[in-house]
Every structure is written in C-alpha cells, then in structure tokens.
C-alpha cells in the first residue's frame, strides 16, 4: 500500500467514526437527524449527475429495482442505528453493526446464489468475528451467553446489521451495471449512483417519519439548526469518496478492506475517551477477535 492509499484510508476511517460519533453524541437523537444528513450528502453530490457519462434510460428495471431496495435497506440500517444509538454505547454499537453483516452477507449471498463460498482462512475469520460479537455485549467473561446477542437491547444493532447487508448486496448489483454502460472514470460514475441513493434514502426516512410520529415536521426544523447533522453527512460522504480514491493507489483492495477495520477499535475508542462509556473486559476481548476476523476475510 503506497504512502498516498494509507493517508486517504485513514482519513476515510476518522472521518467514518465521526459520523457516528456525532450521531451518538447528539443529545436528542431522532430520525431526522439523519434525514438531514443524508439530505445534506444528496445535494452536495449532484454535480456528478450532470458530469457523468451515463444514459440512465440504458438501465434496466433490475438496475431500479436495485436502486429501490437499496434505499430501503439504508433507511433499515438508519433507523436501527438511531435506536441502537439511543440505548447502547457507541463502543458496542459501532463494532458490532460493522462486524454483523460480515457474517450475514456470506449466507445471503450463497442461499440466493450471488457469490461463491468463502476461502478457508474467510472462513475460519468469520468464525472469529462470530465469536467476537457474541463475547462484545456480555457483562463478564464469565456471563457468557450466546442469547444475549438477541436479547430486546441488541435488537436495534441487528436491525441496523440487517439494513447494512441488505443495502450492500444491492448495491453491488447496481452498480456493476451503471459501471459496465458509464463513459466516465469510476469515482464519477459511483459519485451519481451515491446522490441517487442519498436522496432516496432521506425520502424514505422521511415517509417513515411522518407515519411513525406527528411531530416529524418540528423534528426536522430542529435539526436544520442542528450543525452536527450537517457534518454528519459531509463525514458520511466524504469518508466513502477517500475509499474510492485509495482504490487507485493499492495493488490489491484487500488490503484497503483490511486497514479499513481500524476504524473499530477508533470507534471503541473514542466511546470510552470522549463519551465517558465502561469499558469492559469483554468489550476489549470482542473488539481485538472482530478485527481480526474481519482482517481474515478480506486477505
């Protein structure tokens, strides 16, 4: 990895615990936090719609479809991790919704035939991981219990897990389609995909909002005067552009994947340090096994 891919991942990795940093750190936290962010992110990103080279009439209704459920997973993983937010620490919420669709995607993937199955050392680090994520939540070592991790107040981190591996098997779909018809270098092409994604992602949220509550619209107001929402979505966006720039200066993704898992401990970090939040033994445990299982699938 040159010197040029390690600064712009790490930045990536900063910039990425941020975002959810300061969705923790909110006092108030509610959905409209979050379509505020994602709203922000859209329209910073629509000057690549009009430079991409791309006909969108040239994409088929799977393509769309694509799109759709995508931006439906999102709001899932959204509304998971506002709630997981507003009950856990992000010293346990941020590793473990990363962690999370690390072993559901391999099963989703193989049960509807999208992928192929997992190299042994995949395997053996996604056992790792699975294990890691059992260990993160329990109070003691000693506590051990394998339930727990289905348990009323882990419930929002698995939602926000299931939306995460929902919204990333679509997207990989998608966008291998808008790759293949696009004349415009890669970073472009993924820029207009992402502003299409974003504003459907804050119209779902939104729907949600006013189903789910009466006072959606007063949220919002509020959280346009919120400057934390703001930054949340140029952090968000920005964090996932320096990962596709990096992808120019690495011989090998894998190997971008990989230090990309140092935003785990980070977020365990600044949990502990910033938020004041207990750190456990098996917190401490979890998070070590996590990355390192997760360093396993991606060599």
Not at 101 to 112: D, E, G, K, R, S
Not at 285 to 292: A, E
């Amino acid at each position: 990895m040159s010197s040029t891919a390690f600064v712009l991942i790490l930045l990536s990795v900063v910039l990425h615990v941020g975002w959810n940093f300061l969705c923790k750190a909110n006092k108030h936290p509610t959905l409209a936090f979050y379509f505020v962010a994602n709203l922000l992110a859209a329209i910073l990103l629509i000057p690549f719609l009009f430079v991409a080279k791309l006909t969108w009439s040239q994409l088929n209704w799977r393509f769309w479809l694509a799109v759709f459920f995508s931006d439906f997973f999102e709001a899932i993983y959204s509304i998971g991790l506002f709630k997981a937010y507003s009950k856990n620490d992000i010293s346990l919420v941020y590793p473990m919704a990363r962690a999370l669709p690390v072993l559901m995607i391999p099963v989703v993937t193989l049960t509807f035939g999208l992928g192929s199955m997992p190299n042994a050392t995949a395997l053996v680090g996604i056992a790792i991981v699975a294990v890691g994520c059992i260990i993160m939540p329990q109070s003691k070592i000693s506590d051990l219990n394998w339930r727990m991790l289905f348990s009323a107040a882990m419930l929002p981190i698995l939602t926000a897990a299931i939306g995460t591996t929902g919204y990333t098997i679509m997207d990989n779909i998608a966008t291998a389609k808008a790759l293949d018809i696009s004349a415009s270098p890669r970073i472009v092409t993924l820029g207009a995909y992402l502003c299409i994604i974003q504003f459907g992602i804050a119209l779902f949220i939104l729907i949600y909002m006013l189903v789910a509550s009466k006072e959606g619209w007063q949220d919002i107001r509020e959280n346009l005067r919120t400057p934390g929402a703001y930054l949340c979505g140029i952090f968000s966006f920005s964090a996932y552009f320096l990962v596709l720039g990096a992808m120019g200066f690495v011989t090998n993704v894998s190997y971008l994947q990989a230090f990309r898992q140092m935003s785990l401990p980070l977020g365990v970090f600044a949990g502990v340090w910033l938020l004041k939040e207990r750190l456990t033994t098996p917190k401490i445990i979890g998070t070590i096994m996590v990355v390192i299982g997760l360093i396993l699938t991606v060599i």
